[in-house]
């Protein structure tokens, strides 16, 4: 629970963090200006990308609630974090680790997506079996007999406003 509860936070920060590596990782293992170009039209991107994952994550019911990622969230963020570090390494394997990245990236939202579609189903179903089990329950009505309204009964509810008195 405490990895998960780390990953919560630690996303949001990654999100503002690895953009940055590598442009620091060009700087200090070398590369060519047109790698610099592909870095500076990349990293907003890949920060934009980052904080839409990390914001459906964060609005799942569960996730709130628990206030914890799946682990399903911490294998797929630890593996698409580790090709961006990889990827600023600026070695002999860089192309690997950004097709690496790339296809992790989009593994990361396309899980994600399904996660929060399937988290809010399940909250919409539990939410709707609460509704029908406080609806079942007996209830004082009007003609002072207990019990669920019935098909066919007719239930009339009269407001009472008072006005008030004219001076």
Same mark, same amino acid.
Do not use: C, H
């Given at each position: 629970?405490?990895?998960?509860?780390?990953?919560?936070?630690?996303?949001?920060?990654?999100?503002?963090? +690895?953009?940055?590596?590598?442009? %620091? =990782?060009? *700087?200090? !293992? $070398?590369?060519?200006?047109?790698? #610099?170009? &592909? @870095?500076?039209?990349?990293?907003?991107?890949?920060?934009?990308?980052?904080?839409?994952?990390?914001?459906?994550?964060?609005?799942?019911?569960?996730?709130?609630?628990?206030?914890?990622?799946?682990?399903?969230?911490?294998?797929?963020?630890? +593996?698409?974090?580790?090709?961006? %570090? =990889?990827? *600023?390494? !600026? $070695?002999?394997?860089?192309?690997? #680790?950004? &097709? @690496?990245?790339?296809?992790?990236?989009?593994?990361?939202?396309?899980?994600?997506?399904?996660?929060?579609?399937?988290?809010?189903?399940?909250?919409?179903?539990?939410?709707?079996?609460?509704?029908?089990?406080?609806?079942?329950?007996?209830?004082?009505?009007?003609?002072?007999?207990? =019990?669920?309204?019935?098909? $066919?009964?007719?239930?009339?509810?009269?407001?009472?406003?008072?006005?008030?008195?004219?001076?």
């Amino acid at each position: 629970m405490i990895i998960r509860r780390a990953f919560r936070t630690w996303m949001v920060i990654a999100a503002v963090a +690895l953009p940055i590596w590598p442009l %620091i =990782g060009w *700087g200090i !293992f $070398g590369g060519g200006g047109w790698q #610099f170009l &592909v @870095l500076v039209i990349s990293m907003p991107i890949l920060f934009v990308a980052m904080l839409i994952v990390a914001g459906l994550i964060r609005a799942r019911p569960t996730v709130r609630r628990e206030k914890a990622v799946s682990w399903l969230d911490v294998g797929i963020l630890t +593996l698409w974090q580790a090709s961006v %570090i =990889g990827f *600023g390494l !600026f $070695g002999p394997s860089s192309d690997a #680790f950004a &097709v @690496l990245g790339v296809l992790t990236g989009l593994a990361a939202f396309w899980i994600v997506l399904w996660e929060f579609f399937t988290d809010a189903r399940n909250r919409a179903r539990e939410t709707m079996a609460e509704f029908e089990q406080m609806a079942s329950r007996p209830t004082a009505r009007p003609n002072g007999l207990n =019990g669920p309204v019935r098909d $066919g009964e007719e239930l009339i509810v009269v407001k009472e406003t008072r006005i008030p008195p004219k001076d």
